[in-house]
Nanobody
């Protein structure tokens, strides 16, 4: 059974930084594409950033490009989302997700949200 556990969320002031972690188990990380998604109350789920299982190709939503960085450590079985210059509109529950069988680009994966396994989420609140 696949498990993904997010951590690192919390309260941060506008302009601050936060690093989210997604620890995976039950599968080999380097064989899966990983995505970070977020959802705020009353809003649709948004694909934030995704990374491929092979060549490390990445995708970033326009709203976070230049501020967020996705990375993976296969040795640590962990995917990270480093967030800088946080804005109040970044406030949301952030989820990581994994998919081992896909035939599309990570851009398409992030757009469709077609991932088979999801974590429980971690809350990020950006407020003064």
């Amino acid at each position: 059974q696949l498990h993904l556990v997010e951590s690192g969320g919390g309260l941060v002031q506008p302009g601050g930084s936060l690093r989210l972690s997604c620890a995976v188990s039950g599968f080999t990380l380097d064989a899966y594409a990983i995505g970070w998604f977020r959802q705020a109350p009353g809003k649709e789920r948004e694909g934030v950033s995704c990374i491929s299982s092979s060549d490390g190709s990445t995708y970033y939503a326009d709203s976070v490009k230049g501020r967020f960085t996705i990375s993976r450590s296969n040795a640590k079985s962990t995917v990270y989302l480093q967030m800088h210059s946080l804005k109040p509109e970044d406030t949301a529950v952030y989820y990581c997700a994994a998919e081992g069988e896909y035939w599309t680009t990570v851009q398409t994966m992030c757009a469709t949200g077609d991932f088979g396994s999801w974590g429980q989420g971690t809350l990020v609140t950006v407020s003064s």
